[in-house]
């Protein structure tokens, strides 16, 4: 119980601490929901039949944007530094703190999430989800792998600027490699080939529907990424 009590304190600090951290509030919440209003005007005005996938295009963009920019500097001060060394002369596990981070963002994801949701309807007369079941579970699902590999960027970067330029390459690329920004048919044949390597690409297509073949590369994407978190959180515990 003392255990959890701790784990539900740390986690309701970080979470606040977000909101004083200027950084965090525009990664988390300005720029996703700044860049799907501005996206989603082009959009529309683009093609009208553009109407039926904006909810989960932007979707899909806000939650990568939430956990592959805002996510790893968070996670790489835990993971590397004083703070690290802090945490574990007090005694404090220090995958209390990495789990919360994690939990964090998700609730950061969904909030972001349930904007885009709500207000696509009346501001781009946008197409809702035929299965809202269905949705809310690829939504949970693609918050899960974004978060993970945010995660996974913080623990493996050494340093701040590292995580930096790490969150960038991957996701630049994916973003135009998804079918997010340019739907996969329209992109060269060798770049077609090499799409399902991209977690988001699976996130988006799920989130527009059942998908088994996605599906079943999402959850391996999880597994594969859970077990090198914990091969990498067992090393950085034991270089202290």
């Not at 005007?41 to 093609?47: E, S, T, Y």
């Not at 059942?210 to 914990?230: G, M, T």
Request: hydrophobic share 60%; with cysteine.
């Amino acid at each position: 119980m003392k255990s959890l009590k701790a784990l539900l304190v740390n986690l309701k600090i970080y979470y606040v601490m977000t909101f004083r951290n200027t950084f965090l509030l525009i990664a988390h919440y300005l720029l996703p929901i700044l860049f799907y209003l501005l996206f989603s005007v082009i959009f529309v005005g683009i093609d009208k039949a553009n109407k039926n996938i904006i909810i989960m295009s932007m979707t899909a963009f806000a939650v990568a944007m939430n956990s592959y920019i805002g996510l790893p500097g968070s996670v790489v001060r835990y993971a590397a530094g004083d703070i690290k060394r802090a945490y574990i002369a007090g005694g404090i596990s220090l995958w209390h703190v990495f789990l919360c981070v994690a939990i964090s963002n998700m609730v950061h994801c969904f909030i972001t999430s349930m904007v885009i949701l709500f207000t696509a309807g009346p501001l781009f007369d946008a197409v809702m989800p035929e299965s809202m079941l269905w949705y809310f579970t690829a939504l949970f699902i693609s918050i899960v792998l974004s978060t993970i590999i945010g995660v996974a960027i913080g623990m493996f970067a050494k340093k701040e600027s590292v995580a930096t330029v790490v969150s960038q390459a991957i996701f630049q690329p994916s973003l135009f490699l998804s079918g997010i920004m340019i739907a996969v048919k329209f992109l060269p044949d060798f770049l077609q080939g090499i799409t399902d390597i991209i977690p988001l690409k699976h996130s988006y297509i799920l989130l527009q529907g059942y998908d088994q073949r996605s599906l079943i590369f999402s959850l391996a994407f999880i597994a594969v990424l859970l077990i090198l978190l914990v091969i990498r959180y067992r090393f950085i515990i034991r270089r202290e």
